[in-house]
T-cell receptor, first 111, second 110 residues
Framework: GEDVEQSLFLSVREGDSSVINCTYT??????LYWYKQEPGAGLQLLTY?????DMKQDQRLTVLLNKKDKHLSLRIADTQTGDSAIYFC???????????FGQGTTLQVKP | DAMVIQNPRYQVTQFGKPVTLSCSQT?????MYWYQQKSSQAPKLLFH???????NEADTPDNFQSRRPNTSFCFLDIRSPGLGDAAMYLC?????????FGQGTRLTVV
């Protein structure tokens, strides 16, 4: 089946690193994504990783993928108050083509 | 430049009055999705198209229908909106290794 799980809440201090974790069950996943959603806004694609990659870095963002454990993480370096939002992990199933979301992690950044 | 465009951004409809939400894309992606998102929850997949091939989720109510007349456009029809259908409706496309979302239509039912 297709299931994506995330922890619901993370609180960090400004300037610290944030690590948001995600696990998934679909072994046919092809692409995995991180989206950011600010209050009242749509979903903003932050980054994505192909399932045959282990790591992807994009400025302050680092995505790590452990395909064996079906674990995905998003690290935000030097977290800023503007990073406060809900972060959704999502995967595209290779079998069904569906884009499936986790429950979202609310990131709170304290000054 | 916006690549997935949803209209309108805000829609108010009366209880039981049919409403149509629209989505267009300039990416020429062959997969399009409709999601319903309620406050602070994950987007819930209603249906998706692979080209003209329509895929309905098992728990999507019959009250929700969709049309995709061509690659660029996709519509969500809510035949008889109830108060519980008030939500943000998100359209997305995928292709070329990425999935993109529109800004969403916030539906209010009065």
């Amino acid at each position: 089946g297709e299931d994506v799980e995330q922890s619901l809440f993370l609180s960090v201090r400004e300037g610290d690193s944030s690590v948001i974790n995600c696990t998934y069950t679909d072994s046919s996943s092809t692409y995995l994504y991180w989206y950011k959603q600010e209050p009242g806004a749509g979903l903003q694609l932050l980054t994505y990783i192909f399932s045959n990659m282990d790591m992807k870095q994009d400025q302050r963002l680092t995505v790590l993928l452990n395909k064996k454990d079906k674990h995905l993480s998003l690290r935000i370096a030097d977290t800023q108050t503007g990073d406060s939002a809900i972060y959704f992990c999502a995967e595209i199933s290779g079998n069904t083509g569906k884009l499936i979301f986790g429950q979202g992690t609310t990131l709170q950044v304290k000054p | 430049d916006a690549m997935v465009i949803q209209n309108p951004r805000y829609q108010v409809t009366q209880f039981g009055k049919p409403v149509t939400l629209s989505c267009s894309q300039t990416l020429n992606h062959n997969v399009m999705y409709w999601y319903q998102q309620k406050s602070s929850q994950a987007p819930k997949l209603l249906f998706h198209y692979y080209d003209k091939d329509f895929n309905n989720e098992a728990d999507t109510p019959d009250n929700f229908q969709s049309r995709r007349p061509n690659t660029s456009f996709c519509f969500l029809d809510i035949r008889s909106p109830g108060l519980g259908d008030a939500a943000m409706y998100l359209c997305a496309t995928s292709g070329d290794r990425r999935a993109f979302f529109g800004q969403g239509t916030r539906l209010t039912v009065v």
